[in-house]
């Protein structure tokens, strides 16, 4: 974590005041914005809200423009008003102005005034709300709609017995529990702004744009009448607040209370309606016994719980309340907002905590980024996280469960039936974050205690006899192999010192990212003869399966590793993979390592080897620097062997089926015993043939490690063209993974493996080999396949396409800044150049020409001559239209035109076959030149 | 023409294969899904992870792109933070400089990025800041590179956001203007040596697209220098220069870009789409003809021919489930509209409407002589349209942004996600296999058996 910007918001808890407007509107029947602005507010708003509602959000912009800015957007606002009317006829219109509108002095009040004026029959109410960006957070903004629909529309003021209920930004499930209280109290109440309907719709065969719920303008109307306001908001500035202005305009009294999140403010709602007449049912009642056996069956998790909340001050108000009553401690509370009065308010619902007065501290910040909240949270120690989804990276970055409950949920579905009001909502919530934190106890404390109190037994004696058994362990149906005397003899404890494997970019996933290795391929011939593998490319052992390289004598290999090292002061390790098998090809091999060696006597080597000949080779490679090995281990059943290998040859002799398979799988495991005992580091390799030996690889990895292997990695089989097993279906990533956790469990796995080619170079994260190849040094290993064209001009053809697009010929010949010239034998085609045509000083070069349509230019003069010449060397031209003029000229220079609207390879074979096919004519004489 | 259309907006349809009006303004009150220049230039330089991002403005347009874009990076986090100057009120009566000046010490003291964008908002030359001189001051302070994009969303639309982030980048490579930079290091440009490779431009790593683009040209043995901005770097883009070759994906975004490097620093450049088999084959091959040996040529050859078989292999199954489905398009950018006309005609579907945000004139004549004859082509179209026109040609899908996917469902219409938020790649030849199970997920999917047909009511 880095220390703290203060003049820079780093990842902001806030959105903009206009977000708030415009959704407090949502909240009245056939009601509509327009912001007065930049395009792109309305267009970012809709997103946000869409995605967390996922409701079609319509909003419309004046969209103003470098102009509209300097003489002021009058005429855009009004357009804009007129095409808004004409799409949706909704009733009402606000109008909300944004940073831009503000900054330039907009008077919208006026431009409104004059729009009504100049149509008299106009039968939508207008409502202008000033609300630039930076006048406060979303959460102002929505009491600021909220107060200006009041403002305009609240007339009626014949008294009444009603009540009205302001809300504060909530989510639509939330306003429809909310609205099932007050119906069940049997009081007449107008709940405002209402978006229970409009920003959560239920499917509807007819879809309507303009949706249809919403508290209804009559209702809005008789607000100025009712005889009491709630206003479930706590912190509300008071300018901004609607209960305030009818209190302070129409008389109508004011009660403020927090929503009803949690059993005490659930109850002083029930209460305040009981104090105005209302009714508690007998089944709300039932919920609130329900949540308080709920907060009973909970109360020991709830108190695992540090909880850093974040959001709207009132939200975050309740949720403190909820998490104080629960035993839960709300370590940090952050708002966005500036709230005023609301740290002081949030500190006093815990003053009396015990968890408090034993001296644990509570912060409470205003104004907060999701830097602060960090920084906070790891300071009081949170372990939860309650808001909106704007937290998820913080929760990801820091593994703490993030419990999403509030505005903006982008990432679950949902959003618009976030639940916390009401007992029913309060215990939906009270789940969900108890749940959160058994989840993470239930998960981890069996590998807690183990890490706490588990202790191993002491490590000589538990690895001393698997090793021994694993070599008494071979599959009784091996044939032993006949290696002779010495061979079986390796030199045990013979040296001492072990290649760290920290600095090995395969064996450690540290090191992948720092320390630079470089594949030398040295070694083309090959032992053993896969079933997966094709010779004429790379062993897929080792290298991406398909690709070669070209094979370097020793003395180039040399040339290779001066110029690497030169560039890469992090080489380490040079290793040989391939393109065949290291050991078949051991003078070469050794040769390179001695040279090498010679070089720089600090470089180790890591070798890739079928195993085949290891034992035979393990004491010299040993004395020649080696200090990783790869085995490929593919079975431990000589019957699945079989299947793998088609052919084995040792020492001058071949063998196939079981027997080859059985002397392989022998070979590998004495000399995998040797090299562990010389000190070698091993991984063990295993490609995955689906059908063939996944049942193998957990086996071949136990056993592996139990003679001493360091590292195992099974990798996924690709299929190489022209194998006798490439049309063997692949294992799935998902299902690699999995074995690779099953063999993980014997032996640690490497999972960064990227099949290297032979020839990789530099860090295991980027492959620099195409940079360090000197091409006089490669004697390129495959034929060149048939395509490549001849250079024989005679037999070829050049053609000239007109594409913009890069896709489809799609241009006249007069509108040409570029061709596209291919060269064709009439069987394929090859790409020459992207050529630039040179208009000339009055053309498009230069710079950018913009979105100028060069036809509806003045053309500079020779602008054709200029095009024909650019096209001069072709046979054929190939374009949507070709005039008459440029036609002419072209037929003058030899240049056949063809017109075509198809793809360019189509149309550009087409055209070369054209060619070609009248030069037969003329060289069969039947048609003249 | 459906009654609703707005007079003004009828310019930009076409119905009968005419051409349409585009790259205007957006018509005010038409609720217009396009967003503004500020976007167009955060979408094109956002993928660069080292890079610090700073929005200088108010708040919202910092909150509303905070990490939106799923552009993946194999490295730095740094650009999915969000950063603001987040000016008040009382910026806005006292200017914005001395916030934005003060903020730009922490950054250097604090995060020493290699570079620092800053976008100046809306508002932000209305109140007269004089963000270029702070910039440069702070440069000359901190020896850091930064670099201002003028970025009031009033300026134009989208597509001036996309030319200005090729001028940001354009000024990113010049060595000249890098105070890091050695004084031997700033030579023309032009004549810097070569190496064979090429950049790849307007590919933005969505769902590691990028990677999976970089992987072919490394099986086949092209080495990609930088690719723009797709997990890039500061360092790899300035390596750009020295590349033999660019590969454009993204037209739209990049030909600018591609213009400008061909005329400093001599990159000649093709257009290349990687989306759909064929498309995708070509450009490996265009790629390889460029600049590749015959064996590169072959190695591409083969790679192309076994990623074909093993797409063709995957999707085959679902091809009679596809068959004569309607398909509805609304994307960004023309290019990427082209393609999805092409792939979808491959997959058995007819499109029906197409319109993108920011297309361009050549590109509305290329989209109208791939589709078939009476399909809707609009520009920079709204909601309204969308839904008419939807319902009018019984659309079954609609390939579209994220707004325009509640439209859709409310319509009864599937749906396929081409866009930032997309998870799944959709680029290269896993990409048409990951296409057509998406299509398939969505068109074939038992929720649409509950709900009647767009339009139709219960009886």
């Not at chain 1, 009040?109 to 979303?138: C, F, M, Q, W």
């Not at chain 1, 720089?600 to 090995?629: M, Q, V």
């Not at chain 1, 020492?651 to 070698?680: C, I």
């Not at chain 1, 085609?829 to 020409?849: I, K, M, P």
Request: with cysteine; aromatic share 6%; proline share 6%.
């Amino acid at each position: 974590m880095r220390e703290k910007l203060a003049h820079i918001n780093a990842n902001p808890c806030k959105m903009c005041f206009p977000l708030g407007v415009v959704t407090a509107f949502y909240g009245i029947r056939e009601g509509l914005t327009l912001l007065h602005g930049s395009q792109g507010c309305g267009t970012y708003i809709r997103r946000h809200l869409a995605t967390h509602y996922q409701e079609p959000v319509d909003i419309a912009s004046s969209s103003l423009t470098e102009e509209g800015a300097v003489f002021g957007g009058e005429a855009n606002l009004k357009k804009g008003l007129d095409n808004l009317i004409r799409l949706y006829q909704p009733r009402v219109i606000g109008v909300g102005t944004t940073c831009l509108a503000e900054t330039i002095g907009e008077d919208v009040p006026a431009i409104l005034r004059n729009y009504a004026s100049e149509r008299p029959d106009l039968a939508v109410k207008l409502i202008p709300v000033a609300s630039a960006g930076y006048s406060g957070t979303h959460y102002e903004g929505w009491f600021k709609g909220a107060r200006a629909i009041v403002e305009a529309l609240a007339v009626k003021t014949a008294p009444h017995s009603g009540i009205n209920v302001f809300v504060p930004p909530s989510s639509p499930a939330d306003l429809r529990a909310l609205k099932k209280l007050l119906d069940e109290s049997g009081l007449d109440y107008v709940l405002f702004p209402d978006i229970s309907h409009n920003l959560d719709r239920p499917y509807d065969p007819v879809y309507k744009r303009l949706p249809e719920g919403g508290t209804p303008l009559e209702a809005v109307a008789s607000l100025a009448g009712a005889r009491v306001s709630l206003e479930l908001s706590r912190f509300c500035p008071k300018s901004l607040s609607p209960g305030v202005y009818l209190e302070e305009t129409f008389g109508v009294p004011l009660i403020r209370l927090g929503a009803p999140i949690g059993l005490r403010d659930n109850d002083i709602f029930l209460k305040t309606l009981q104090s105005l007449g209302g009714r508690v049912s007998p089944a709300t009642l039932a919920e609130r016994g329900r949540y308080l056996d709920a907060m009973l069956d909970a109360h020991k998790h709830s108190a695992l719980g540090r909880a850093g909340i974040f959001g709207d001050p009132d939200l975050v108000s309740g949720l403190v309340r909820l998490a104080v009553e629960n035993g839960l401690r709300p370590v940090l509370a952050g708002t966005g907002s500036v709230a005023l009065g609301w740290a002081e308010a949030i500190l006093a619902e815990s003053a009396g905590a015990d968890w408090v007065a034993r001296g644990e501290k509570i912060l409470a910040r205003t104004e907060v980024d999701f830097s602060d909240i960090e920084r906070w949270s790891v300071e009081s120690r949170v372990n939860l996280l309650l808001g909106s989804s704007e937290g998820r990276r913080l929760a990801e970055k820091r593994a703490w469960p993030l419990v999403r409950c509030a505005f903006p949920v982008h990432d679950r579905q949902g959003g618009s039936r976030l639940r916390l009001y009401g007992f029913d909502g309060s215990l939906a919530l009270l789940d969900n974050i108890v749940n959160a934190i058994r989840a993470r106890e239930e998960s981890s404390f069996r590998a807690r205690l183990k890490e706490a109190y588990f202790q191993p037994q002491t490590e000589g004696a538990a690895l001393e006899s698997p090793g021994a058994e694993a070599a008494t362990e071979l599959p009784a149906a091996l044939p032993p192999p006949d290696l002779g005397p010495e061979i079986l003899r390796p030199a045990w404890g013979l040296l001492s010192s072990r290649a760290p494997t920290e600095t090995h970019p395969c064996f450690s996933q540290e090191a992948a990212h720092t320390y630079a290795r470089l594949h030398l391929p040295v070694a083309p011939k090959c032992d053993i003869s896969c079933n997966y593998c094709r010779r004429d490319f790379d062993c897929p052992n080792e290298s991406r399966p398909g690709v070669t390289s070209a094979v370097l004598s020793p003395q180039a290999a040399l040339e290779r590793f001066r110029l690497v090292r030169a560039q890469l002061p992090n080489l380490k390790v040079v290793g040989v993979a391939g393109p065949g098998e290291a050991l078949a090809n051991f003078s070469e091999l050794a040769e390179t390592m001695e040279l090498i060696r010679r070089e720089d006597p600090e470089i180790f080597f890591c070798l890739s080897t079928n195993g085949l000949n290891l034992p035979l080779r393990a004491r010299e490679l040993r004395e020649l620097g080696a200090r990783y090995l790869t085995i490929t281990i593919n079975s431990l059943d000589p019957r699945v062997g079989a299947r793998i290998y088609k052919e084995i040859n040792f020492l001058g002799r071949s063998y196939q089926g079981v027997e080859g398979a059985a002397m392989l799988q022998a070979n590998q495991l004495v000399g995998l015993k040797m090299a562990v005992d010389l000190g070698l580091k091993v991984k063990i390799n295993t490609v995955i043939l689906s059908g063939l030996n996944e049942g193998q690889a957990v086996e071949i990895h136990k056993m592996a490690a139990q003679v001493g292997a360091t590292i195992g990695n099974v990798m996924q089989h690709i299929p190489v063209e022209g194998s006798p097993l490439a049309h063997l279906p692949q294992i799935s990533r998902a299902g690699l993974s999995r074995l690779s956790w099953e063999c993980q469990a014997h032996l640690p796995q490497m999972r960064h493996c990227r099949q290297c080619r032979a020839d990789a170079v530099g860090l295991l994260s980027e492959d620099l080999s195409y940079q360090y190849r000197p091409a006089d040094q490669l004697t390129p290993p495959v034929e060149p396949a048939a395509w490549v064209l001849s250079e024989d001009r005679a037999n070829l053809v050049r053609v000239a396409v007109l594409s913009k697009s890069g896709v489809v010929v799609d241009q006249h010949f007069g509108q040409a800044e570029r061709l596209l010239i291919y060269d064709s034998d009439g069987q394929s085609l090859r790409l020459r150049e992207n050529r630039q045509v040179d208009l000339g000083s009055g053309g498009c070069r230069g710079g950018f020409c913009g979105q100028k349509d060069p036809l509806a230019d003045q053309k500079p003069e020779g602008f054709i001559a200029r095009l024909v010449a650019a096209a001069a060397d072709c046979d054929a031209v190939v374009a949507t239209r070709v005039g008459q003029s440029p036609r002419d000229k072209l037929a003058a220079r030899g240049v056949r035109v063809v017109v075509s609207f198809d793809t360019i390879d189509r149309a550009a074979l087409a055209a070369a076959q054209e060619v070609l096919s009248q030069r037969e004519l003329v060289a069969e004489g039947r048609l003249g030149s | 023409m459906p009654r609703d259309i707005l007079e003004e907006r009828r310019k930009s349809i076409s119905l009968a294969g005419g051409s349409l009006d585009c790259d205007k303004a957006s018509l005010a009150g038409a609720v217009s899904q396009r967003a503004c220049v500020y976007c167009g230039a955060r979408v094109v330089l956002n993928p660069i992870t080292d890079a610090f991002h700073l929005v200088h403005g108010p708040i919202g347009c910092a909150s509303y792109t905070w990490d939106i874009r799923g552009s993946l990076s194999a490295g730095s986090e740094l650009y999915r933070q969000s950063f603001s100057t987040d000016l008040r009120e009382r910026d806005i009566v006292f200017g914005g400089e001395a916030k934005l000046r003060a903020g730009l010490r922490e950054i250097a003291e604090i995060y020493r990025p290699p570079v620092i964008f800053i976008y100046a908002t809306c508002v932000v030359g209305v109140i007269g800041d004089d963000v270029e001189a702070v910039a440069r001051e702070a440069e000359k302070a901190y020896g850091i590179r930064v670099i201002v994009i003028q970025s009031p969303g009033f300026a134009g639309h989208k597509s001036l956001g996309y030319r200005l982030a090729g001028e940001a980048l354009m000024k990113l490579l010049s060595p000249q203007a890098d105070p890091a930079s050695q004084p031997q290091a700033r030579q023309p440009q032009a004549r810097q040596p070569k190496v064979r490779g090429l950049n790849i431009l307007g590919d933005y790593n969505l769902a590691g697209e990028m990677w999976i683009i970089k992987n072919y040209y490394r099986e086949i043995g092209l080495p990609v220098i930088a690719s723009f901005t797709g997990d890039s770097t500061c360092a790899e883009l300035r390596k750009a220069p020295t590349a033999a070759l660019n590969v454009v994906q993204c037209a739209g975004s990049m030909t600018y870009l591609a213009k400008r490097l061909e005329e400093e620093y001599g990159i000649p450049w093709i257009k290349a789409s990687f989306f759909g088999l064929e498309d995708t084959a070509r450009a490996l091959r265009e790629t390889v003809d460029l600049l590749g040996s015959a064996e590169e040529r072959s190695r591409a050859e083969a790679l192309i021919a076994r990623e074909s078989r093993r797409a063709e292999a995957a999707i085959k199954p679902y091809l009679p489930g596809l068959k004569g489905k309607k398909a509805a398009i609304f994307v960004g950018g023309g290019f990427k509209a082209i393609s999805l006309i092409r792939q979808f005609r491959a997959l058995g579907l007819e499109t029906v409407l197409v319109g993108t945000q920011t297309g361009q004139k050549e590109e509305y004549e290329v989209m109208a002589n791939l589709a078939s004859p009476g399909t809707v082509i609009l520009d920079d179209a709204n909601p309204s349209e969308l839904e008419a026109f939807m319902r009018e040609k019984g659309a079954d899908i609609l390939v579209g942004g994220v707004k325009e996917r509640p439209l859709a469902y409310k319509l009864g219409v599937a749906f396929c996600d081409h866009n930032h938020e997309r998870q799944a790649p959709l680029a290269g030849f896993v990409g048409v296999e990951n296409f057509t199970r998406e299509i398939d997920l969505t068109i074939n999917s038992p929720v649409w058996s509950y709900v009647q047909a767009a339009g139709v009511t219960l009886s």
